[in-house]
């Protein structure tokens, strides 16, 4: 009885959630949609889906390392940026990316994308090859298997966290706001987008927007959620 | 072929110690849970580095040499699954070892798994070895691969190491298991290899099999050992 009580409230708390965050928006008056969300929309897009093409490879392999390798300690060296202040991370790039001419260019946004996205890879991928059983790397390792045909194998078994994974990471790129604040105003990504004309229109002009974001975003975590209930580990 | 001179193994609070031992033919590891067997099969596979010692395996020492290198077919005590289906997964293989996957299939009496998409455990673990054997290694090692067989499955699994002939370190807690396969039983206990001796109960182990073997006697039998109900 007490359990089916508490489950109750979870499924309440679970609904009560979104509702909070959603439905409050269409309360605040003069509300209207400011022009051209297409372009950093298309822009966030494009950026969020070339950086996830070039960090989940790296994020793979050093995931592998990290879990079958006894390299588990690389792991705080490659996530400890997760535990900063995202403007933080974006003055450590700054000094490196004004000596490279990136300020707000597409390099600055892609590679600031890289360095967010990095580790949530890396975290969600060592935690999905460590649900791999160890026997089946012990079993061919001895066969002479090359690493890379070993994580071949590996990705073989784990399908849906694989797809997890990169769409966690490309959802992360495409969420992030705090870097761009700092190194890349231009060209213009949702965040940045939805900054400024918060700061031209007010709430009025920029909440239509944070809804419509917050409903992508359910839509997205919805479509995690159905991945990952496929994912099986043999 | 298997010679470990004298070799330590050092894991928390406990440590394996070869002297000197050497292991041809079939050899078995008998010994209770937590005697370090699966330990120093671990260690001769290259999965653990040894504190101290050699490992020589066909006359080669091996003892620095990453398992990948040693030639040597090892089978975990977990069941394997390939994430492959049974003919990719030989096909896969056998492209990389370069042999024919059919002579394989043949000499272990397995051609007809091609055809089947679900294997049971044991013709599973079976499967396993024949990919082992692809690489024509110059060792098995098995960490008591029939744990989580039923009795049918490990009969058939143990019948089909007999017919190999390459040599193999088995590990076992099983004595009846043991009895089965080996040419020769080293007992170990608490890290050590406590004594060894030649397997005289062979045959005598084959025929217990035939007389326990409940499944084909209650199938077949009229009224001996048992009675009809």
Known sequence: MKTSVLKTAVVIAAFSYPLILLTPGFLYPGLYLAPDPITPLVNTVVFSSIATVMAFPAALILAFYASKRGLAWITPLLTFSTAIPHTALGLLLLPLFTRLGFIDTAPAIIISMIVVSLPIGIGVLTSTFSSVQRSLDDFLQPLGLSDPQIIWMHLRAIPSGI??????MWLRNFSELGVFLIVANRPQTVGIYLFSIFNQGGAAASILYAILFGLIGLAFSFLLYLVSRGTRVD | MLKLMDLEVRRRNFTVSVDRLELDGSSVLLGRNGSGKSTLLRCIAGFIKPSKGKIIIDGVDVTDTPPALRVIGYMPQEQVKLPL?????????????????????????????????????????IMNVAIILMRRPKLLLLDEPTSNFDFINKIAFCRFLKKLSIPMVYVTHDPLEASLIADRIYLMENGLVKKSCTNLLKEKAEKMLEEFNLYRLLDSVADFPFQRV
Do not use: C, M, R
């Not at chain 2, 049974?86 to 043949?106: G, Q, R």
């Open chain 1, 163 to 168: 797809v997890v994974s990169s769409l966690l």
């Open chain 2, 85 to 125: 289906k049974t003919s990719k997964a030989l096909e896969y293989f056998a492209k990389k070892f370069n042999v024919d996957p059919s002579t394989i299939l043949k000499e272990s009496g397995l051609d007809y798994i091609l055809e089947k998409e679900a294997l049971s455990v044991g013709e599973n673990q």
